[in-house]
């Protein structure tokens, strides 16, 4: 848990100071804050001062709402990036002013940041734990998530009025890039497939998909609302590389078959992933 919060950390401070900073894309949370600080100062407050000063009273007001054990885990994700704002330095990776290549790879970079931050259950604080306080004690119809949509997006339109409309389009597309980036680290290991099939011959396809390609199968009872017929359906779970050889085998016993292929964002149990 601890190398993918430091390994986390330290992408998403790299990114932060050497990519980021440097042409003002601003990608929400109090690093974004930090960016707009440290420009409206002429360069004379640096980023890690701006994330501590607002971390600290935060982390204060959450412990006494809702206890240490809430905070502990990104009091510490908080402290190493902080500190790894502090030590990595200044300095653009990429030397020409290609705003595209800048929000492309920062992007994907710091996406696979926050994807390990979010993998071990905990963030850097900011606007994440914000969003969980006003919940708490102010907005309880709103999810976490809405509202944390709000604050960063009141962050990133700051951005926008402190640097320029191209600059914070820009860093729209940033976050974009690094959202979903997170969730193929995060979802990456346990994404899979599910497959409904209605056949008459269903029977036989189960058998083939049980000992061909090893998966389970399950028979759904259903009735065809047009026929009146009832009917049995068969439910798989099997990852994206079985699907094909499922297509044969469906197609190879009934080319009458009808089949729903569907993105199973997450899947755990006996031949996926183990629930920890």
């Known amino acids: 848990m601890i190398l993918f919060i430091v390994t986390g950390d330290f992408l998403m401070a790299a990114m932060t100071n050497m990519v980021f900073d440097p042409s003002g894309i601003v990608l929400g949370g109090f690093s974004g804050v930090a960016i707009i600080v440290k420009y409206l100062s002429g360069g004379k407050i640096p980023l890690w001062a701006t994330t501590l000063v607002l971390n600290i009273p935060l982390f204060i007001v959450a412990w006494r709402i809702k206890g240490w054990g809430f905070i502990k885990r990104t009091v510490f994700s908080t ?3 902080t500190a790894f704002l502090a ?13 595209l290549l800048q929000v492309v790879f920062g992007g994907i970079i710091y996406g696979v940041g926050l994807g390990l931050i979010f993998y071990v259950d905990t963030t850097t604080g900011g606007t994440d734990t914000s969003a969980a306080l ?3 004690k102010l907005i309880k119809y709103y999810s ?7 604050l960063d997006g009141i962050i990133i339109l700051g951005g926008l009025l402190t640097f320029s409309l191209r600059i914070g389009l820009y860093s729209i597309i940033a976050v974009a890039i690094s959202a979903k980036v997170s969730d193929m680290v995060l979802e990456g290991s346990k994404f899979a497939k599910g497959v409904y099939i209605v056949s008459d011959r269903y ?3 189960a058998d083939l998909i049980m000992h061909e390609i090893d998966r389970g199968a399950t ?9 009146r017929e009832e009917k049995n359906m068969l439910f798989v779970a099997l990852n994206k590389k079985e699907i094909v050889r499922l297509k044969e085998i469906v197609y190879d016993i009934d080319p009458r078959a009808f089949m729903i292929v569907m993105d199973a964002r997450e899947v755990l ?8």
């Open 269 to 276: 149990g006996e031949g996926f992933v183990k629930y920890e």
């Open 219 to 227: 028979a759904l009872h259903a009735e065809g609302m047009y026929s």
């Open 79 to 81: 402290s190493v990036f």
């Open 203 to 205: 029977r036989e396809i």
């Open 87 to 99: 030590i990595i330095p200044a300095r653009p990776i990429v030397p020409e002013p290609d705003l």
């Open 144 to 150: 976490i998530p809405q509202i944390m949509q709000v």
């Open 134 to 136: 006003i919940h708490e």
